[in-house]
């Protein structure tokens, strides 16, 4: 009964964040955007004469604020992303908030990568130590290594997850 309630717990969590993400990408984008060349125009130009000789319809308005502010809302986001350091300390709070820098994510890398990476470093440590190339302080780092690698391939954590970060 208690694995049947967190299925549905998750299912519900799962339908949450895709109803938030298609409300706050999609449907709030749009009525946003509409809401605000309806505000605009009626509110502003409509009550200014020389704007309104400019703007005569609606239409018209619309169809030159898409066009201006199509491209300069591109030029906004391509800086935000390539050229200030805002959408780098987004994903610095990203990497601290998520499980998964942490943790191993469920699929190839749990169920492949990590074991085989453990075999490898298993038989790289017999070779070292049969050819006598190895320091006692090279094979307590690689023993250390295997057992952070083994928990990761059970499902635990290493490193601080969800650490915080003092400004």
């Known amino acids: 009964m208690k694995l049947r309630s967190f299925v549905s717990f998750r299912k519900v969590y799962r339908a949450w964040y895709y109803f938030r993400l298609g409300y706050s990408t999609y449907l709030t984008f749009l009525l946003g955007y509409v809401s605000t060349l309806i505000t605009v125009y009626y509110l502003a130009i409509k009550n200014m004469s020389p704007l309104l000789d400019v703007f005569p319809h609606f239409e018209s308005f619309a169809i030159l604020a898409t066009f201006v502010g199509v491209p300069l809302g591109v030029v906004i986001g391509w800086v935000h992303l390539k050229r200030s350091s805002l959408f780098s300390s987004e994903l610095d709070i990203s990497v601290e908030a998520s499980p998964y820098y942490y943790k191993l994510a469920p699929g190839v890398a749990k169920e492949v990568e ?3 990476l453990l075999i490898e470093l298993k ?21 250390e290594l295997e057992r952070k690698v083994l928990t990761l391939v059970e499902g635990g954590y290493v490193g601080s997850p969800r650490r915080t970060v003092n400004f």
Do not use: Y
Request: hydrophobic share 40%.
């Open 123 to 143: 038989i790289l440590q017999r070779l070292a130590e049969a050819s006598g190339l190895i320091t006692d302080s090279e094979k307590a780092q690689i023993d």
């Open 114 to 116: 990590k074991p085989a």
